[in-house]
């Protein structure tokens, strides 16, 4: 019996000098291993919150659609801006904190600017001559919206030159399909974005579902055909929706928008709000405060967000987290929750 009980002592130190006294299994090691890695993410989170706090983040603010037309020396319409106006423009909102992004990046959620800056989305309808004009070389023309965008963001880092054009037929007064192609491509080339206007700019309110998927299906097609792009938005002419508002979202294998835009009154909803309504996104017109235009313009609505900053869609510079206040929670839409992250 002893011999016994000796050599299972025998066998046990041999197998502690094989193993090793202070090893430990395997099982432990990774059970370690997860909750150092939790820990770490928990940490990762509590300093990307206060980060939020610090720059008073608050993803779940409203942003300006901005909508412009035709950039001309002598506006015949209040819709209109001179090249000194919209200059203008531009620089009061580079000085306010804003950052360009495009309708795309809106409705998408991939709004990817700086801490602390606030997302505006620059809309131009029509596709007037007067938004971009390539010269000889293929450089746009002087006083042309992008040429005036493209010098005051050259001027103020970080103010991006990034821009959505709601194309119709008249494509920027090209008619032959070459130019066309040219000039659709320069923008795609240079990272603007290109939405669908409807093919005639006609008032879809009213019309047949027939009508509708043939105005705005067929600029859709043409569009493609010589950009390769499928516009991931529409402005709705006048900002009148169909008889059924789906109908300007889906229309066949010609075309599937995320997002309509309307023709103007009052900042957007962020996307990640649950009054986010992908099928009526508000756009503001562009205009002083004057007549009707005292409350419900660009210069209203930008004076109206500076004195109420909580309501303004401010970044936390990381674009995959939604970062807000804790208590505008329930605000947050449910496919969001995933990144919420509120402070």
């Not at 909508?67 to 002598?74: A, S, T, V």
Request: hydrophobic share 35%; proline share 7%.
């Amino acid at each position: 019996m002893r011999l016994r009980i000796l050599s299972g002592l025998g066998l046990l130190a041999a197998a502690a000098s094989l193993t090793g006294c202070d090893s430990q299994p395997s099982t432990v090691k990774m059970a370690d291993t997860k909750v150092d890695a939790a820990a770490k993410l928990k940490a990762a989170k509590v300093a990307k919150a206060q980060f939020a706090a610090k720059v008073k983040a608050n993803e779940l603010g409203q942003i300006p659609v901005l909508m412009f037309h035709r950039i001309i020396d002598k506006p015949s319409t209040t819709d209109d801006r001179t090249p000194q106006q919209f200059r203008a423009d531009l620089e009061r909102l580079a000085r306010e904190g804003y950052v360009p992004i495009t309708a795309t990046e809106m409705v998408t959620g991939k709004i990817d600017i700086p801490a602390g800056k606030h997302p505006v989305v620059l809309t131009f309808d029509d596709s007037s001559p007067s938004q971009l004009t390539l010269n000889e070389v293929g450089v746009p023309a002087p006083n042309t919206a992008v040429a005036i965008l493209k010098d005051v963001a050259a001027k103020n880092p970080g103010f991006r030159p990034k821009a959505t054009f709601y194309v119709t037929r008249d494509m920027f007064g090209k008619t032959v399909r070459e130019e066309q192609a040219e000039t659709l491509g320069w923008l795609k080339e240079n990272g603007f974005d290109i939405g669908n206007h409807t093919r005639d700019h006609i008032n879809l309110r009213g019309r047949s579902h027939k009508e509708v998927e043939e105005q705005i299906g067929s600029i859709a097609k043409q569009i493609n055909s010589l950009t390769g792009i499928n516009p991931t938005t529409i402005a709705l002419p006048y900002g009148n929706a169909p008889t059924q508002r789906e109908w300007a979202m889906h229309g066949g294998k010609e075309y599937n928008h995320q997002g309509a835009f309307l023709a103007g009154y009052t900042p957007a909803a962020s996307p990640f709000s649950k009054a986010f309504d992908p099928v009526a996104i508000p756009r503001i017109k562009v205009m002083e405060k004057k007549g009707d235009c005292k409350q419900f313009c660009s210069e209203a609505w930008l004076d109206w967000l500076k004195s109420n900053p909580d309501m303004r869609y401010t970044s936390d510079g990381d674009v995959t987290t939604v970062a807000y206040p804790k208590f505008k929670t329930p605000y947050l839409r449910k496919t969001f929750v995933k990144w919420g992250l509120p402070y």
